[in-house]
């Protein structure tokens, strides 16, 4: 640790090339020792880039963001997979019809995507497997006149 903190001692500059090559613990305990003494923020910002790219590294680029805004391993979701059941029906928008425990009412939650919009907005369909999106809205403009 005694080399690390030597590290710190640095310019921000020195720091900053000398976190290529760190371990995911050294880096942290570089974290730790920066938060506790110097509080440099564009050295706080060095190490965090430097952990979220350790992170994806060892966790082949999976890694589950926590609220810090660090990607650590140790925050990874470990679970099982969701057991759901297939699609049986889909809606008009072709969006697949599954029963979720999402909660519609949170405000990240678009729950009606098309509220506000017009009859020619909503008839103008862009997922046509045998057109090409410019073809679409070609064809879709000479049907106006």
């Given at each position: 640790?005694?080399?690390?903190n030597?590290?710190?001692?640095?310019?921000?500059?020195?720091?900053?090339?000398?976190?290529?090559?760190?371990s995911?613990?050294d880096?942290?305990?570089l974290?730790?020792?920066?938060?506790?003494?110097?509080?440099?923020?564009?050295v706080?910002?060095?190490?965090?880039?430097?952990?979220?790219?350790?992170?994806t590294?060892?966790?082949?680029?999976?890694?589950?963001?926590?609220?810090?805004?660090?990607?650590?391993?140790?925050?990874?979701?470990?679970?099982?997979?969701?057991?759901?059941?297939?699609?049986?029906?889909?809606?008009?928008?072709?969006?697949?019809?599954?029963?979720?425990?999402?909660d519609?009412?949170?405000?990240?939650?678009?729950?009606?995507?098309?509220?506000?919009?017009?009859?020619?907005?909503?008839?103008?369909?862009?997922?046509?497997?045998?057109?090409?999106?410019?073809?679409?809205?070609?064809?879709?403009?000479?049907?106006?006149?």
């Amino acid at each position: 640790m005694d080399d690390l903190n030597k590290l710190l001692e640095g310019s921000v500059t020195n720091v900053k090339a000398a976190l290529r090559g760190l371990s995911h613990d050294d880096l942290l305990k570089l974290q730790s020792a920066e938060k506790n003494g110097g509080k440099r923020e564009a050295v706080l910002n060095a190490i965090d880039s430097a952990l979220n790219q350790a992170d994806t590294a060892r966790t082949g680029g999976m890694v589950k963001m926590t609220t810090g805004g660090l990607g650590i391993a140790s925050g990874l979701d470990k679970s099982a997979p969701a057991d759901l059941a297939a699609a049986s029906e889909f809606s008009t928008s072709g969006a697949a019809r599954q029963l979720t425990d999402i909660d519609v009412g949170h405000p990240a939650v678009d729950n009606d995507p098309r509220a506000n919009t017009t009859e020619t907005m909503n008839r103008i369909d862009f997922n046509d497997p045998g057109k090409s999106g410019r073809d679409v809205v070609d064809d879709a403009l000479k049907a106006r006149g």
